[in-house]
C-alpha cells in the first residue's frame, strides 16, 4: 500500500498531466475555430452575448416578459409545514400603530433604536 508521501506526489504528478493535455486540447480547439471566425467575421457580441461594452459579464437572468409570464404561470404553493398566513406582530410602533412580526427587513420606524421599546407586552 502506498504512503500519504506517495500519493500526494501522485496526485501532483495527475494534475500537471490534466492541466498539460487541457492545454494541448484547448489549442486545437483554437486553431479549428478561428479560421471559420476570420471566414465569417464573426463580431465579439456573438461569441460573448453576456459582455458589456466595458469587458465586464452582464448579469444573466430572466427578461421582463419572462418574469411576467412566470408569475401568471407559477402555481403557489402552500408551505411543507402546513402553515400558512402570517406571523403574529411581535412589535408595534407607538406613533403610527404600525407592527413588525419580527420577520424580513426592519421597518424604518425601528432601525437604530432598542426593539425592546417596541415590544408589545401580552
Same mark, same amino acid.
Given at each position: 500500500?502506498?504512503?500519504?508521501?506517495?500519493?500526494?506526489?501522485?496526485?501532483?504528478?495527475?494534475?500537471?498531466?490534466?492541466?498539460?493535455?487541457?492545454?494541448?486540447?484547448?489549442?486545437?480547439?483554437?486553431?479549428?475555430?478561428?479560421?471559420?471566425?476570420?471566414?465569417?467575421?464573426?463580431?465579439?457580441?456573438?461569441?460573448?452575448?453576456?459582455?458589456?461594452?466595458?469587458?465586464?459579464?452582464?448579469?444573466?437572468?430572466?427578461?421582463?416578459?419572462?418574469?411576467?409570464?412566470?408569475? =401568471?404561470? #407559477?402555481?403557489?404553493?402552500? $408551505?411543507?409545514? %402546513? /402553515? @400558512?398566513?402570517? =406571523?403574529? #406582530?411581535?412589535?408595534?410602533? $407607538?406613533?403610527? %400603530? /404600525? @407592527?413588525?412580526?419580527?420577520?424580513?427587513?426592519?421597518?424604518?420606524?425601528?432601525? %437604530? /433604536?432598542?426593539?425592546?421599546?417596541?415590544?408589545?407586552?401580552?
Amino acid at each position: 500500500m502506498a504512503t500519504l508521501e506517495e500519493l500526494l506526489k501522485e496526485q501532483k504528478r495527475v494534475q500537471r498531466d490534466i492541466e498539460i493535455t487541457r492545454n494541448r486540447e484547448i489549442k486545437g480547439v483554437v486553431k479549428r475555430i478561428l479560421p471559420a471566425i476570420a471566414k465569417y467575421n464573426i463580431p465579439i457580441e456573438m461569441l460573448y452575448p453576456n459582455l458589456t461594452k466595458q469587458g465586464k459579464p452582464r448579469k444573466i437572468g430572466l427578461s421582463a416578459a419572462a418574469k411576467k409570464a412566470t408569475k =401568471k404561470t #407559477a402555481k403557489k404553493v402552500a $408551505p411543507l409545514s %402546513g /402553515k @400558512t398566513g402570517t =406571523k403574529p #406582530a411581535m412589535y408595534k410602533d $407607538p406613533e403610527t %400603530g /404600525k @407592527t413588525w412580526s419580527g420577520f424580513g427587513h426592519e421597518p424604518g420606524w425601528m432601525k %437604530g /433604536k432598542k426593539r425592546e421599546d417596541f415590544l408589545i407586552k401580552k
